[in-house]
């Protein structure tokens, strides 16, 4: 079974960075697409950034291509998300999504598993 736990969020200054992580604790995801989505207020999820179940295929949103670096480590069954040069439009819930079926695409139908978000907050 999926279960998906994000860490990593928090307050950081317009500039800065964080790194995000996204554990299984059902040890399963190494099979599995992975995707990182956000959520602002009064916004629709988005895209962010995906990677293949091997890890070495990658595929980002334009607004954050060059700043953030999505990465999977299937010995420890998580994936990171690296995020520099932030900006205040990056305030959002970030939740990470699993996809059991190798789409790697950049819809949110397309995952069946999620977490359950963690809190980006950037001050300018």
């Known amino acids: 079974q999926v279960q998906l736990v994000e860490s990593g969020g928090g307050l950081a200054q317009a500039g800065g960075t964080l790194r995000l992580s996204c554990a299984d604790s059902?040890?399963?995801?190494?099979?599995?697409?992975m995707g990182w989505f956000r959520q602002a207020p009064g916004k629709e999820r988005e895209f962010v950034a995906g990677?293949?179940?091997?890890?070495?295929?990658?595929h980002y949103a334009d607004s954050v291509r060059g700043r953030f670096t999505i990465s999977k480590d299937n010995a420890k069954n998580t994936v990171y998300l690296q995020m520099n040069s932030l900006k205040p439009e990056d305030t959002a819930i970030y939740y990470c999504?699993?996809?059991?079926?190798?789409?790697?695409?950049?819809?949110?139908?397309?995952?069946?598993?999620w977490g359950q978000g963690t809190q980006v907050t950037v001050s300018s």
């Open positions: 990677v293949t179940w091997t890890g070495t295929s990658t």
């Open positions: 999504a699993a996809d059991p079926g190798h789409r790697a695409g950049a819809r949110s139908s397309e995952y069946d598993y």
């Open positions: 059902g040890r399963t995801i190494q099979y599995y697409d």
